[in-house]
């Protein structure tokens, strides 16, 4: 089944213990990125990818790091997570050629404390 | 990209058409209108895009207006589960960026 899989679903952690969120695709594409999603700021882009080793910044790309090694997997990094990090985001991946615009992942409700 | 206007709210009776408004009056030429939707806390779900003609899938229609500078998407038969955000963007296409920006949306509530 094509999708993008996000891991953990759910998360809680401590301000400034580094962690990772893992996003992979199945679908061959060329795009991935990741959004946050704040009650009363919508959905907002951090990163996002148009190929392997290709990264460009969203909107609030303060306090992550992504990468893009190889074509599938696309990790958003908090270094020093903060409390204002607490959010839920979602990883996109897209094969912009078709017209498609992204498929989403289920989402990583995170919580630092 | 092209900002877009929504209404916040709408309602919509079950098995009715629900149409859903969205100003974008500062598109240009090589912009293609996008539309999602968001069910709850669940990843936004691609529905339709069209960049002059009027377009239509399984899901949904979209019609462009002539001048390109409004369009609305239209579920012909709205049930319970199409009760969801839907988000019209506006964005150049097809794939010379990933950048892909949502605004606040239309919420979305069908009544039995």
């Known amino acids: 089944e094509a999708q993008v899989t996000q891991n953990p679903r759910y998360l809680i952690t401590v301000t400034g213990k580094k962690l990772t969120v893992t996003c992979s695709q199945n679908m061959n594409h060329e795009y991935m990125s990741w959004y946050r999603q704040d009650p009363g700021l919508g959905l907002r882009q951090i990163y996002y990818?148009?190929?392997?080793?290709?990264?460009d910044k969203g909107d609030v790309p303060e306090g992550y790091k992504v990468s893009r090694k190889e074509k599938r997997n696309f990790p958003l990094i908090l270094e020093s997570p903060s409390p204002n990090q607490t959010s839920l985001y979602f990883c996109?991946?897209?094969?912009?050629?078709?017209?498609?615009?992204?498929?989403f992942g289920s989402g990583t409700r995170l919580t630092v404390v | 990209d092209a900002k877009t206007t929504q209404p916040p709210s709408m309602d919509c009776a079950e098995g009715r058409a629900a149409n859903l408004p969205c100003n974008h009056s500062t598109i240009s030429g090589n912009e293609y209108v996008y539309w999602y939707r968001q069910i709850h806390s669940q990843g936004p779900q691609y529905i339709i895009h069209?960049?002059?003609n009027n377009e239509t899938n399984e899901m949904a229609s979209l019609i462009i207006t002539e001048d390109r500078k409004s369009s609305t998407l239209i579920l012909p038969h709205a049930t319970l589960r199409d009760t969801a955000v839907y988000y019209c963007?506006?964005?150049?296409?097809?794939?010379?960026?990933?950048?892909?920006?949502f605004g606040q949306g239309t919420t979305l509530q069908v009544k039995p």
């Open positions: 069209g960049l002059k």
């Open positions: 990818s148009m190929n392997v080793e290709v990264t």
């Open positions: 963007i506006v964005r150049v296409g097809l794939g010379n960026t990933g950048k892909l920006i």
């Open positions: 996109a991946s897209s094969n912009w050629a078709a017209g498609y615009g992204y498929t």
